[in-house]
């Protein structure tokens, strides 16, 4: 199957264009990182008499992966089920795009600004533990949690998506779908939470079955969702 990039990027720019005047989407973009960075920060700064040795033990910056998790979430909920709810969703499916480019087009869209919101918030907050607490960034910045943040958060950023896509091509209303699809993804983040928290001890094993796994779903998540995708019913309006 052939896909029309010019027709994929019409969408990804639209919904960009869209994001920029819609509040809902504007809070979940700034308020949702600031949770996941303010957490490790009260954290790190309320540990007195903390050692370099005894932080390279623990993993707590993987509670920031939290914000490629959960962000993605909100915002994939509402592509469908927000335009739906504006009588903008009509127009876009009577022109000759196809589902799987509309569907890729509006995944790009949450993904692009997820991604690097994720990445800036983490260098963000590097920046401020080696000025804060210069002594300690030797123990919080281990390789392998560096390489965990950079390498899981596009992966879980993409699963996200896909999860919120799907409940909201099923959903009318786009706050009921927001609110599905961040449950839906809770899973994922107390996973993330478990090995932050020394709850289960991270690997090289575990994190390579489970970064094949998230891979495989980012891959075929696109291929399971299109089916899902019933232009006449959301024209139509039916459920």
């Known amino acids: 199957m052939s896909l029309n990039m010019r027709r994929i990027r019409a969408i990804v720019v639209k919904e960009l264009r869209d994001y920029s005047r819609n509040r809902p989407v504007i809070w979940a973009m700034s308020v949702l990182p600031l949770v996941f960075t303010i957490q490790p920060l009260i954290s790190l700064f309320a540990t007195r008499g903390l050692s370099a040795a005894a932080l390279a033990g623990r993993h707590e ?115 009921t779908a927001q609110q599905l699809s961040v449950l839906s993804s809770l899973p994922l983040f107390l996973v993330a939470l478990l090995f932050a928290f020394g709850v289960v001890e991270p690997s090289l094993a575990i994190a390579v079955v489970l970064g094949v796994a998230l891979l495989i779903g980012d891959v075929v998540g696109w291929r399971l969702i299109a089916p899902l995708f019933d232009r006449e019913r959301l024209i139509s309006g039916s459920h």
């Open 61 to 175: 910056l993987l509670f920031m992966l939290g914000i490629p998790i959960l962000v993605p979430a909100t915002l994939a909920a509402y592509s469908v089920a927000g335009e739906r709810q504006q009588e903008t969703l009509e127009p876009v499916l009577e022109t000759p795009i196809t589902r799987e480019e509309f569907l890729l087009g509006k995944a790009l869209a949450v993904f692009l600004p997820s991604v690097v919101i994720s990445y800036v918030v983490f260098v963000l907050y590097i920046v401020i533990v080696e000025i804060a607490k210069p002594d300690l960034a030797p123990g919080l910045f281990g390789t392998d949690d560096l390489i965990v943040q950079v390498v899981f958060t596009p992966l879980l950023a993409m699963f996200s998506i896909w999860v919120g896509i799907a409940i909201s091509t099923r959903a009318s209303d786009p706050r």
